[in-house]
C-alpha cells in the first residue's frame, strides 16, 4: 500500500505552506489583511497536521525511499517586498496550497475505497478549509494585480 507515502506527502505540504503562510504575514505586515489572514490560515495548517498525526500514526509514514523525484512542493525561500513581491507571493502561496488542495482530493478518493470514515471525516472538514485558502488567495491577488502592475514602479 503506497497511502503512507501520499499521508506523509501531505504532511509534509500543510507544514510548507504553513511556514510559507507565516513568511508572507511577516513580510506584508504592512498590510493587515495579509498579516492576519495569513497567520490564521498558518494556524489552520498546522490543525490539518494535527488531526492527520493519528492516521499517519495509523497507517504509517512514507519512506523517503520509496518517494519519486520531486514529490514535495517548494516553500517561499524569502518572502518579496513591495506591491509586485506582494502579489508574487501570493501567487506562490496559491500554488503550494493548489498542491495541498489536489492532494487532500487523492486522499479522499484512497479514504471512500478503502472505507476509512475517521480518515473521511478529516478529508471533509481539511479540504473545505483549503478550498477557503485557495478562494481568499485568488480574491487577494485579483485585488493586488492593478496596484502592482499599474500603479507601482
Same mark, same amino acid.
Given at each position: 500500500?503506497?497511502?503512507?507515502?501520499?499521508?506523509?506527502?501531505?504532511?509534509?505540504?500543510?507544514?510548507?505552506?504553513?511556514?510559507?503562510?507565516?513568511?508572507?504575514?511577516?513580510?506584508?505586515?504592512?498590510?493587515?489583511?495579509?498579516?492576519?489572514?495569513?497567520?490564521? @490560515?498558518?494556524?489552520?495548517?498546522?490543525?490539518?497536521?494535527?488531526?492527520?498525526?493519528?492516521?499517519?500514526?495509523?497507517?504509517?509514514?512514507?519512506?523517503?525511499?520509496?518517494?519519486?523525484?520531486?514529490?514535495?512542493?517548494?516553500?517561499?525561500?524569502?518572502?518579496?517586498?513591495?506591491?509586485?513581491?506582494?502579489?508574487?507571493?501570493?501567487?506562490?502561496?496559491? @500554488?503550494?496550497?493548489?498542491?495541498?488542495?489536489?492532494?487532500?482530493? #487523492?486522499?479522499?478518493?484512497?479514504?471512500?475505497?478503502?472505507?476509512?470514515?475517521?480518515?473521511?471525516?478529516?478529508?471533509?472538514?481539511?479540504?473545505?478549509?483549503?478550498?477557503?485558502?485557495?478562494?481568499?488567495?485568488?480574491?487577494? #491577488?485579483?485585488?493586488?494585480?492593478?496596484?502592482?502592475?499599474?500603479?507601482?514602479?
Amino acid at each position: 500500500m503506497k497511502l503512507p507515502i501520499y499521508l506523509s506527502l501531505l504532511d509534509e505540504a500543510e507544514r510548507t505552506l504553513a511556514e510559507s503562510f507565516r513568511q508572507v504575514a511577516d513580510e506584508h505586515g504592512d498590510e493587515p489583511d495579509v498579516h492576519f489572514l495569513c497567520q490564521t @490560515l498558518a494556524g489552520q495548517c498546522d490543525e490539518h497536521r494535527d488531526r492527520l498525526r493519528p492516521v499517519i500514526e495509523r497507517y504509517g509514514e512514507g519512506s523517503a525511499d520509496d518517494e519519486p523525484e520531486r514529490l514535495h512542493g517548494d516553500g517561499l525561500e524569502r518572502a518579496r517586498t513591495g506591491p509586485l513581491g506582494l502579489l508574487r507571493d501570493l501567487q506562490d502561496l496559491y @500554488l503550494l496550497a493548489s498542491m495541498t488542495d489536489i492532494t487532500w482530493t #487523492m486522499i479522499k478518493q484512497v479514504a471512500q475505497a478503502l472505507p476509512d470514515h475517521e480518515l473521511l471525516d478529516i478529508v471533509a472538514a481539511c479540504e473545505q478549509q483549503t478550498s477557503v485558502q485557495l478562494m481568499w488567495l485568488q480574491t487577494r #491577488m485579483s485585488q493586488a494585480a492593478p496596484q502592482a502592475l499599474i500603479a507601482s514602479r
